[in-house]
């Protein structure tokens, strides 16, 4: 699904993954780097929320079009299974199709189904992998091999999460994540392309229990959970022009509750 407003100045291009859910972070993202003045091309995956326990949001892709569209961004939504290896480079070609050239690639997508060392699967962990490590390092290689941006505009900006006991498989691949965004900053420098890592830390998006959330807002200095509007506002700001002199860092954005 595309929308593009009336004959409107040129915009950035940011690609944001992950966007399944109106009350997600992704969608956060978009609709605040749409504010600043992007076009935003956006991923989802249906069958992943089918699978988890707050199920299918229906239209949310139509809505989250629909509040891009509100801040005057040109918009487009692609389907995509990032488990599939050819998903990437199909992604990056839709939204350069419709949208144009992608300068601020923000990955915001993640395979996450609890389980530890004892209980995970050979496929859990190999679809973890997948999603969250391979597709992230597929991603960011599309990005570097098509950006052809000014020197210093490019931007790479990705989620990820120190969790691991009883999480084994999300957190050791959100750990690769860290180190193949890490890397981009030094092996992109050539191209002017800043990365970091984001740990937003617990922002309750419809997965947490009661007891989740108070033990959580308990334990963070500031007394309560994270929002996905605190992440995006950190995403739009390593976004922006001033920005720029973030780079290769994993920040932690989480209230104080890994101080």
Known sequence: ??????????????????VGRTVGIGSAIARRLASSGWDVAFTHWTPYDARMDWGVEAGAARATLDALAERGAAAHSVEADLADPSSPARIFDEAEERLGPVTALVMAHCESVDSGLLDTTVESFDRHFAVNARATWQLVREFGLRFGG????GRIVALTSDHTVGNLPYGASKGALDRIVL?????????GVTANAVNPGPVDTGWMSRETREECANHTPLGRLGTPEDTADLVDFLCSPRGVWVNGQLLHSDGGISA
């Open 183 to 191: 890397a981009c900053a030094r092996e992109l420098a050539h191209l």
């Open 150 to 153: 000014a020197h210093g505009t």
């Open 1 to 18: 699904m595309t929308f593009s407003p009336p004959s409107s100045p040129a915009r950035p291009v940011a690609l944001v993954t992950g």
